[in-house]
């Protein structure tokens, strides 16, 4: 059930190792799933999947707050990963969430 776009599709060897590889939409770097932080957006408010159980889409990014600021200074990059308009969360809540996520980070 793995959805390639163009790009992924490019890059067949080695995938299979790690399990699935995402592109961070901050810096666009490949990296396996399980390294990156899931984004969705199930109500058009751009949330931190934390717990990876926001349906539809997820936009993924590296689990490094310089990414994600700006993965959201490009805000249309988290839009085109997601196929939707999306608008994000008041900077608190946001903040928020993310200090645990980054928190949740086992060393
Ligand atoms: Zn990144």
Redesign the pocket.
Known sequence: MTRRDARGAAREDGAEASGPMRT?V??R?VAAKSGLVRFAAPDGVLKPDIKGRLPGRGAY??R?EA?LAEALRKKDAFARALRRKVSAPPAEELEEALKTVFRDREP
Do not use: F, M, T, W
Request: net charge positive.
């Open positions: 961070c901050g810096c770097r990014v590296c490094s990414c």
